[in-house]
């Protein structure tokens, strides 16, 4: 699918210069409208032409604020990006409007803007829209089938630290399956979608669960995993039928598990509006399971409907954290979750840290957890437990190091 950019300001040569970055970026199509006006009456005639829209916030008749208010009342559902020269209190505030309506925000970006800046939109909006990321291939139904015939859905585990600390909070698990004679490893975007689509997704959630819960007894009693809990995803439909919070409980019973040290998942990229997927949270909840909202910041929930759930948990989006040093509305989005996190008793965790520039400016965040490459890449079982023997050691001759050095006469 193509992308195509409309941008919004009124200085033509900002708009000249978006378009060639936009250009050498191999967009396809870049248009532009002097005024918030025009631009609403073109998106009006062309409902779905433009996958990404640049506003500016100064401009003659229609300010940019009141252009996005506009907009998201208008139900665009492409990407938005916020380009101005105002000072950065103005840029926030126009992102808390932003963040409040149903938009997908793409990044906040203050005059001049460069052309990695957009390039890091662009690859925000295909992660957040996959559908427009053609080179996604699929596991066959034939071979999706097979692989959970034969038990093959393997669970692979990420730690979840608390940035400041180091402390290991949890781990997520990640559902992989294992494919064909050579037991190639495949990754939920291949088989995900395909499961659900055939009926196939509890199968391979049962498979999952059966395996990591078997193994949480291991993990759970190594010294430095004191408390961590651990997180397992559902999908939104799963969490709409009754049947998941009994067999979670049944699964906790049988393997004498504490359901305080379970989170479910749920991502925010369709709305939690039915009443099923609210009544399964609020069963989740009353039994003391935790419940995370995930993808924060890539689905149309608006955070003032997220905080009528009774959720323990939200995970800001890895297409948010990555460049957040950088970016004024990724660090927003992130300030206003913490406070509501504070406010709430709700933790707030950054996936996808990546970056070690990305990692210095969340360590300035109290109470922040983050999960990302950078920390540990997901690992089967074994592995992981290889890693975290080998935390420990190191965390260990560290110590000693650190008392030798207080121990010896200065
Ligand atoms: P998610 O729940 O948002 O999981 C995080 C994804 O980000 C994982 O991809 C993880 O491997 C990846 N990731 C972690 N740190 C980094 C990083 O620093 N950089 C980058 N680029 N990526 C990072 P994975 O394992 O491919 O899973 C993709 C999605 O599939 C998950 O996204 C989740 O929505 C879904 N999924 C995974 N397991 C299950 C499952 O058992 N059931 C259901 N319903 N969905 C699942
Ligand atoms: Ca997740
Ligand atoms: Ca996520």
Redesign the pocket.
């Known amino acids: 699918m193509s992308i195509n950019v409309l941008i919004i300001d009124d200085s033509l040569s900002y708009c000249q210069l978006l378009a060639r970055y936009f250009a050498e970026l191999d967009v396809d199509q870049v248009d532009y409208c002097h005024n918030g006006v025009q631009a609403l009456k073109k998106l009006q005639e062309q409902r779905d032409l433009y996958q990404i829209l640049v506003v500016d916030l100064h401009m003659p008749e229609m300010d940019g604020i009141e252009f996005l208010a506009r907009l998201a009342r208008q139900g665009f559902r492409g990407g938005v990006i916020i380009a101005s020269g105002m000072e950065s209190r103005i840029i926030d505030a126009a992102s808390q409007v932003v963040i409040n309506a149903r938009l997908r925000l793409l990044g906040a970006l203050m005059k001049p803007v460069c052309r990695t800046q957009l390039q890091i939109c662009i690859e925000r909006l295909l992660m957040m829209a996959p559908e427009l990321n053609a080179s996604r291939s699929s596991m066959s139904l034939q071979a999706l089938r097979h692989s959970i015939m034969h038990r093959k859905v393997v669970p692979?585990y990420?730690p979840q630290i608390e940035v400041k600390t180091g402390k290991i909070e949890g781990f997520?698990?990640?559902?992989r399956l294992q494919q064909g004679e050579q037991l190639q490893l495949m990754?939920?975007?291949t088989f995900?979608e395909l499961a659900e689509k055939n009926n196939l997704?509890n199968a391979?959630?049962e498979q999952?669960l059966g395996t990591a819960l078997r193994e949480w007894g291991n993990i759970a009693s190594h010294p430095d995993c004191d408390g961590a809990r651990m997180s397992?995803?559902?999908?939104p439909r799963?969490l709409g039928q009754s049947y998941w919070p009994t067999r979670l409980l049944d699964f906790c019973q049988e393997m004498d598990i504490d359901m305080q040290r379970l989170t479910v998942?749920i991502?925010e990229n369709q709305a939690l509006d039915k009443q099923s997927q609210h009544s399964s949270i609020s069963r989740l909840r009353l039994h003391r399971f935790g419940v995370a909202i995930?993808?924060f910041g890539t689905g149309y929930t608006n955070l003032a409907s997220l905080c009528r759930l009774p959720i323990s948990e939200l995970k800001l989006d890895?297409s948010l954290v990555r460049g957040i040093h950088f970016d004024p509305l990724a660090q927003t989005i992130l300030k206003s979750l913490l406070d509501i996190g504070r406010h709430l008793g709700v933790s707030v965790v950054a996936?996808?840290?990546?970056d070690p520039k990305d990692f210095t400016f969340l360590e300035n965040m109290p109470d922040l957890i983050v999960?990302?490459?950078?920390v540990c890449r997901?690992k089967p079982f074994g592995e992981l437990m290889r890693w975290l023997n080998a935390r420990s050691k190191v965390c260990r001759d560290n110590r000693v190091v650190q008392l030798n050095a207080a121990g010896k006469p200065q």
């Open positions: 692979y990420q997520e698990v990640l559902c990754t939920p975007d995900i997704l391979v959630s999952l397992i995803n559902l999908s799963q998942e991502t995930d993808d890895i996936e996808g840290v990546e999960q990302g490459y950078l997901p």
